[in-house]
Nanobody, 115 residues
Framework: QVQVVESGGGLVQPGGSLRLSCAASGTISNIYRMAWYRQAPGKERELVARIVSEDNIYYADSVKGRFIISRDNKKTMAYLQMNNLVVEDTAVYYC?????????WGPGTQVTVSS
């Protein structure tokens, strides 16, 4: 079993930055993909960024050039650096670690962008 926990959310003004962290614990072998999703009030959960390897990274169009996903070499930590935040980035952000055939989700962390 894998436990996943996000941290680093909070309230930030438009134009500001936040760095989200995601820690995995438990039986963490065979993790091959890590991703960040978000869900805004009244909207469906959407994929924000995903990393399989340093040369296999995906970003949603809405965050390209502003967000950066990264991970540690042991694949136990994932990060999301969020820059130039806008009000539309307000959402609960979820981390997801994938083993072949099995996703593991964290409980989420709230990010609020407001002046």
């Amino acid at each position: 079993q894998v436990q996943v926990v996000e941290s680093g959310g909070g309230l930030v003004q438009p134009g500001g930055s936040l760095r989200l962290s995601c820690a995995a614990s438990g039986t963490i072998s065979n993790i091959y993909r890590m991703a960040w999703y978000r869900q805004a009030p009244g909207k469906e959960r959407e994929l924000v960024a995903r990393i399989v390897s340093e040369d296999n990274i995906y970003y949603a169009d809405s965050v390209k050039g502003r967000f950066i996903i990264s991970r540690d070499n042991k694949k136990t930590m994932a990060y999301l650096q969020m820059n130039n935040l806008v009000v539309e980035d307000t959402a609960v952000y979820y981390c997801r670690f994938d083993r072949p055939g099995t996703p593991y989700w964290g409980p989420g962390t709230q990010v609020t962008v407001s002046s």
